[in-house]
């Protein structure tokens, strides 16, 4: 009896993988789609030719280049988001959304650097 409900149960639980599984994958969205979604949900304001995920993988450029082999995150952190008020139309608390998403999907090893 316990063998045919251990039977039963992973059974089920392998019919719910598979249903979930598929579902997961269909949509499932590249790192660049994730990004420019992102973008799009916060109401970042780019130009229609902006190349988004460029912008993410720089924001990680700079954040490496800061945080590489420096105890103290808050100057990276600042100088990134001051880089991105000076060069863009973009308010501080945008700049910082998008210094989070970049860094959240393009570079997650900042991630706990950088704040929630």
């Known amino acids: 009896m316990i063998r045919r409900r251990r039977t039963i149960t992973v059974a089920m639980v392998a019919a719910g993988l598979a249903m979930f599984g598929g579902a997961a994958t269909a949509n499932a969205q590249t790192p660049d789609e994730q990004f420019v979604s992102a973008m799009t949900k916060m109401g970042i304001p780019f130009a229609p030719d902006e190349d988004l995920p460029a912008v993410g993988h720089k924001v990680c450029d700079m954040l490496t280049a800061g945080l590489t082999g420096n105890p ?22 945008q700049a910082v959304g998008v210094m ?17």
């Not at 995150?73 to 863009?88: I, M």
């Not at 989070?100 to 929630?116: F, H, K, M, V």
């Open 72 to 93: 103290n995150p808050v100057p990276a952190v600042r100088g990134v988001v001051q880089t991105l008020e000076s060069n863009t139309e973009l308010t501080k608390q």
């Open 100 to 116: 989070q998403a970049s860094t959240y999907i393009y570079c997650p090893q900042w991630a706990r650097l950088i704040g929630r």
